[in-house]
């Protein structure tokens, strides 16, 4: 549960509903994605595109709707976490089994708590990657 900023503890998104299904009513558009949440491998967000350049975009663009969605989650539990800032930190290149590719996206939250102190904190992001992966 999202507590205070000496026990923040972002909780992962558990719905019934898939990502596509969540992101294309919000934000009434299209998301080539399947797959689940990224928040493990095997939970990997699919980006369904073949170029590289838009699906490394799109990989950025979910993890930071999943921020604004995991701090709405923090609000129904009654803590308000305003997402403030969201920075890019690291992106690693992962190949897995039968020939998949990975991203594994971090990235550091700035948030507010309760409307005052600020907190930072780190979110990880899984995507597969292996339909544009080498498509340029």
């Keep these: 549960m999202c507590n205070n900023k000496e026990n923040l503890n972002i909780e992962q998104l558990d ?4 990502p596509l299904e969540i992101l294309e009513v919000l934000s009434k558009s299209q998301w080539p994605v399947s ?9 990997a967000v ?17 993890l930071e709707a999943r921020c604004y969605l995991e701090a709405m989650k923090c609000a129904s539990k009654g ?7 969201i920075d890019r930190k ?9 020939g ?4 594994r ?5 700035t948030a507010a708590l309760d409307g005052e102190e600020e907190v930072k ?8 990657i292996s339909k544009f992966f080498g498509n340029y």
């Design 46 to 62: 699919v980006i369904e595109l073949d170029d590289e350049r838009d699906g490394v975009h799109l990989e950025y663009q979910f």
């Design 100 to 103: 998949k590719s990975y991203d």
């Design 35 to 43: 797959g689940g949440w990224g928040y493990s491998r095997e939970d």
């Design 90 to 98: 690291m992106q690693k290149l992962v190949f897995g089994e039968g």
């Design 105 to 109: 996206l971090t990235m550091e939250v």
């Design 79 to 85: 803590v308000k976490l305003e997402v403030l800032q």
């Design 15 to 18: 719905v019934q509903e898939t």
């Design 121 to 128: 904190y780190e979110v990880v992001g899984w995507f597969d």
